[in-house]
């Protein structure tokens, strides 16, 4: 048996439970699953993105035997699993709270029953769900942090970039970080609305707002929860960003000079906005090497903006030091392969882009195929 710190661990991997995929196809507009057969086989189609003509949904959405199957055809130990986009935002505040009560059960015992890794370790943990809609009361939201803080198998929750509404800069949302920051769970920040695209009249597919609107959408989400000093007032909140934390890396000294030349946005925060990505968590879902080892160049360069606004010129920093907070995701069910092959290549890309960061050590390599996500999910 491999040991702990050589495990595999998806921390980006999805599901739409049986009870939350009934729901989609019980519905007539988007989000929706359009129920088909061609040639007396189900042919389902998954609609829930802007100009969505569908997309094949099938057991490898719900089923957690698929789950594991995936998992054991690439070597992966542990997930960590959430529900995907986008979850309960388009229900009334009361259906989104039963919803969301009824679905953190239903993942509680996906995860329960599935097989254990080590006599102390199960093989699937989850992100629970928070009924984050417009007109949900604060009650609510805490109720549904109390439920999930205590199933044994949720280690965080799946959160969009909406909030309540007026997405994550709103006020009303400061008991909710409060009671995350408190009860210790992980919030995983997801994109799914993309941005308003400057996306021209070429038929590009899916192709703009899956590559660029997703990443940017996560990208001003935090930013907006940065300038809005939430990680001033709640430091131990663990906020873990999609996509590698989009463009956020690359345009964080852009963003702390345009702080700085705003006085009255500089007030509000209690550090340079390039401190802030050092507290941050990033899933290594960018595919390249490069990108990663950016990724954690910026991370590691964070801790000397604390007190300064530049980096001294005899500091040092190590890119390995940055990996600490980066971990393994996989995005599946999504990006399936379009030829029969047997390894999904959007994983293997993932994987190898791992293994060749430049700078990485093995153990920093290692960190990010899993250890990190055992420390940060406490599975160890
Ligand atoms: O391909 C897609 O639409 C998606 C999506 O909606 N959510 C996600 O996490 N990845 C890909």
């Known amino acids: 048996m491999a040991s702990l710190g050589s495990r595999l661990v998806d921390i980006h991997t999805h599901v739409y439970l049986p009870r939350y995929a009934a729901l989609l196809r019980s519905r007539t507009t988007v989000p929706r699953i359009l129920t088909a ?3 007396g086989k189900p042919d389902d189609k998954l609609i829930i993105l802007d100009h969505d003509t569908g997309r094949p949904v099938g057991p490898q959405y719900w089923d957690r035997d698929e789950k594991l199957k995936f998992m054991d055809r690439h070597g992966i130990d542990l997930s960590v699993v959430s529900s995907a986009n986008p979850w309960l935002d ?29 006599p102390s370790l199960k093989r699937l943990y989850g992100f629970g769900m928070l009924p984050l809609v417009p007109g949900i009361s604060t ?3 805490l109720a549904a942090i109390e439920q999930i803080s205590k199933l044994s198998y949720l280690k965080g929750i799946i959160m969009g970039t909406r909030g309540v509404g007026k997405g994550l800069d709103d006020e009303a949302l400061d008991p909710v970080w409060a009671a995350l ?3 210790g769970l992980v919030v995983f920040l997801h994109p799914h609305y993309s941005i308003e695209g400057q996306w021209g009249e070429k038929d590009n597919g899916h192709v703009l707002p899956l590559a660029l609107g997703f990443p940017f959408e996560t990208t001003i989400a935090t930013t907006r929860l940065i300038l809005a000093g939430v990680l001033d007032r709640f430091p131990a909140l663990r906020l873990l960003l999609a996509h590698s934390g989009g463009v956020l890396p690359q345009l964080s000294s852009r963003l702390a000079s345009c702080i700085e030349h705003d006085p009255v946005v500089a007030s509000r925060l209690k550090h ?9 968590y990033f899933d290594a879902v960018a595919y390249g090497p490069e990108e990663l080892g950016f990724v954690s160049d910026v991370v590691s360069r964070a801790k000397h903006y604390e007190h ?9 920093f190590e890119r390995g030091l940055g990996s600490g ?5 996989t995005d599946h069910p999504f990006f399936p392969p379009l030829k029969g ?7 293997v890309e993932n994987l190898r882009a791992i293994d060749a960061v430049y700078g990485w050590s093995s153990s920093d390599k290692g960190g990010v195929r899993g250890g990190n996500a055992l420390s940060l999910f406490d599975l160890v």
Do not use: H, I
């Open 90 to 118: 388009f229900l009334p505040a009361p259906e989104a709270e039963s919803m969301a009560a009824q679905l953190n059960e239903d993942l509680e015992q996906y995860c329960a029953d599935s097989p254990s890794l080590t």
């Open 308 to 316: 300064n606004t530049s980096v001294p010129a005899n500091a040092t």
């Open 341 to 347: 092959t047997d390894k999904w290549p959007s994983v």
């Open 325 to 329: 907070r980066m971990l393994f995701g």
């Open 37 to 39: 057969t061609r040639d």
């Open 139 to 141: 009650t609510a939201l």
């Open 272 to 280: 340079d906005a390039r401190y802030y990505l050092g507290k941050l």
């Open 181 to 183: 920051e408190r009860t």
